[in-house]
């Protein structure tokens, strides 16, 4: 008779009475919210310059938008004759 291998599983349902969650970590914090950076810092208020500047630029963003529903402004790629005569500006170079 040959004896049954010890890393066999049984047959019986002992083993899923270890873990009721087999899907759940133990270090994971219950209330913790899945998107949030682990190192994020805390906001910090804009000066009233940042804020205008945010404003104006969410105000343009939003002109754009208004002028693309209504087919007043169209974007489009730039066809190769275009990018050749006006190719991407170089990167600044990092301090």
């Known amino acids: 008779m040959a004896e049954p ?3 066999a599983k049984p047959d019986s349902d002992e083993s899923s009475s270890k ?7 133990p270090d994971a914090k219950p209330d913790a919210k899945p998107d949030a950076k682990p190192d994020a ?3 910090r208020k804009q000066s009233p310059t940042a804020r205008g500047q945010q404003k104006r630029r969410e ?4 002109m754009i938008k208004q002028q693309v529903e209504d087919g007043t402004l169209t974007i489009r ?12 500006k ?6």
């Open 77 to 88: 790629q730039m066809t190769p004759e275009e990018r050749k005569a006006n190719p991407p």
């Open 19 to 25: 873990d009721s969650k087999p899907d759940a970590k």
């Open 5 to 7: 291998e010890k890393d």
């Open 41 to 43: 810092k805390p906001e």
């Open 59 to 62: 105000e343009k963003l939003a």
């Open 90 to 95: 170089p990167r600044k170079k990092r301090r």
